[in-house]
């Protein structure tokens, strides 16, 4: 069974950084697609940042291009999320994701992320 554990999230001030954490078990990250997406209070889930198994290229969300960071460490199966120069329209619970079927994903529980003014 594929299992998603978030971490790493908090309140920070505008223009501070976080580094969020996706532990995965029952399936192993670097064979699988990552993403992290977010939901803020009143919207959709977006899209944030996915890298990809094979050469691990690396996709972002143009709101956070060049601000947020991807990356995963295999030996710890586990997939970060740096986000640094963070604004208060950043504020969102964070889901990491992997794909079960073609249409689906696995999802973890989430962490919250408060961005202050």
């Known amino acids: 069974q594929v299992q998603l554990v978030e971490s790493g999230g908090g309140l920070v001030q505008a223009g501070g950084s976080l580094r969020l954490s996706c532990a995965a078990s029952g399936r192993t990250v670097s064979n699988y697609a990552m993403s992290w997406f977010r939901q803020a209070p009143g919207k959709e889930r977006e899209f944030v940042a996915r890298?990809?198994?094979?050469?691990?290229?690396?996709y972002y969300a143009d709101s956070v291009k060049g601000r947020f960071t991807i990356s995963r460490d295999n030996a710890k199966n586990t997939v970060y999320l740096q986000m640094n120069s963070l604004k208060p329209e950043d504020t969102a619970v964070y889901y990491c994701?992997?794909?079960?079927?073609?249409?689906?994903?696995?999802w973890g529980q989430g962490t919250q992320v408060t961005v202050s003014s």
């Open positions: 994701a992997s794909p079960r079927t073609a249409s689906s994903h696995y």
């Open positions: 890298i990809n198994s094979s050469g691990g290229s690396t």
